[in-house]
């Protein structure tokens, strides 16, 4: 396992100074799709996202055939650092312990190294605690763990960027909008010991913030203020970063995020290729649908998708049915890529696999989820298959 402290460090985690109890949070909330698999006693592997979950049930876990699943979900833990997963059936106690991977960038460290990331359990309490045993490969960017009881399961940091409510930001400054920032760290814990996650105050003071990009940003000690531009800038997002001296003697910490200036954005690769779009809108259309306008200099990007609150989306017929999404990628030479084909000698309407999962949803304010599966082409002929599509997006309406 990683410590968060150096084994070294002369700081008590039993001090006054430290709270006692762990950090509690809401649940996460599911995201992207779901992968499930039938393991019976011989054991198996079940892996989501890409590789970036896989749990390995061992022979004997199991005393009969268990449908187990993966649902990545959106990460709550104190400093969380990428997704997080729910594993299937909830509180299912193994008669073996299996073993969680989970793999992370270098993007989601947001400085931090190897040795102050871990994984953590959320339990009834809705305190995360650590989860013993488990072990980080810097290298190959994976921390495994083993598992006995299944529920919901995260990485975090010892240091992130949060905003001034103390939580995780979203990252998105309207234009001439002010943003408050504060150094988030974990209290010292002990090496192996499933300790709760605590959140505290930092202790280092700052050595100085930094923006690369438009607008303004000042800083004293670990609170800092970014100002956005008036006007939607060239370089977008621009990149927010403070360093301060980390627990270990000698060693320097830059936490950095990047901030979208505007409304929001989406980002979606398709067919291997990413596009970025930053000049973003959410059009409301009474009670039935929601529409986010996406520009970027080549490739439009039109996402409608029917629904109340949080939840998954299929692809399908947003107008007449709840719960359904759609998307159509615009191309310069006409061919689009859309989620359904219309066309006559196609013997009716088609749909493409594929769905919109929204994780924070408030009508008429923000919108935010993550977009997977395929689409269309227009020159497809009749099949249903076509390029994949991954991507995520944040649009948050500014309060006049």
Not at 87 to 97: C, E, H, I, S, V
Not at 99 to 114: H, V
Not at 305 to 316: C, D, Q, V, Y
Not at 332 to 346: A, I, K, L, V
Request: glycine share 12%; charged share 15%.
């Amino acid at each position: 396992m990683a410590s968060c402290r150096s084994e070294t460090s002369t700081i008590n985690p039993n001090s006054p100074e430290y709270p006692r109890e762990g950090t509690a949070t809401d649940a996460g909330v599911g995201i992207g799709t779901a992968v499930s698999l039938v393991i019976g006693p011989e054991g198996g592997t079940i892996t989501v996202s890409g590789g970036k979950a896989t749990l390995v049930i061992p022979a004997g876990a199991v005393d009969k055939q268990t449908t187990f699943t993966i649902q990545p979900i959106t990460n709550p833990a104190p400093n969380g650092m990428g997704s997080g997963y729910r594993l299937l059936p909830q509180d299912l106690k193994l008669g073996k312990a299996a073993s969680l991977s989970i793999t992370y960038t270098n993007a989601e460290l947001a400085g931090n190294t190897a040795d102050m990331i871990g994984m953590a359990q959320q339990k009834a309490d809705k305190v995360w605690y650590t989860s013993v045993g488990q072990k980080v490969d810097g290298a190959y960017r994976t921390v495994t763990a083993p598992v006995t009881t299944l529920g919901d399961i995260a990485l975090y940091r010892q240091y992130a960027l949060v905003d001034e409510s103390g939580m995780e930001s979203d990252w998105v400054a309207y234009y001439g909008a002010t943003m408050r920032l504060l150094v988030s760290e974990l209290a010292p814990m002990t090496v192996n010991n499933g300790e709760p996650l605590r959140r505290i105050t930092a202790t280092s003071a700052s050595i100085g913030w930094n923006l690369s990009g438009h607008g303004k940003m000042t800083g004293s000690g670990l609170a800092g203020t970014y100002v956005a531009p008036a006007y939607h800038p060239e370089q977008n997002p621009v990149t927010v970063a403070v360093s301060i001296p980390a627990a270990k003697a000698g060693t320097v910490v830059t936490l950095s995020r990047p901030v979208y200036v505007g409304m929001g954005y989406i980002r979606y690769t398709l067919d291997g290729k990413t596009t970025l779009c930053t000049t973003v809108s959410l059009k409301e259309s009474g009670n039935s649908y929601s529409t986010i306008l996406g520009a970027s200099d080549t490739t439009p990007v039109n996402l409608t998708f029917r629904a109340t609150g949080t939840g998954t989306l299929p692809f399908g017929d947003y107008v007449a049915l709840d719960n359904r999404s759609g998307l159509i990628v615009c191309r310069p030479s006409g061919s689009n890529m859309e989620w359904f084909d219309t066309r006559g000698d196609c013997m009716g309407l088609r749909y493409a696999t594929g769905q919109v999962a929204i994780s924070q949803y408030t009508k008429n304010k923000v919108v935010k989820g993550s977009l997977t599966g395929t689409l269309i082409p227009r020159a497809n002929g009749c099949s249903n298959s076509g390029p994949g599509l991954s991507g995520e997006f944040l649009v948050k309406v500014p309060v006049i």
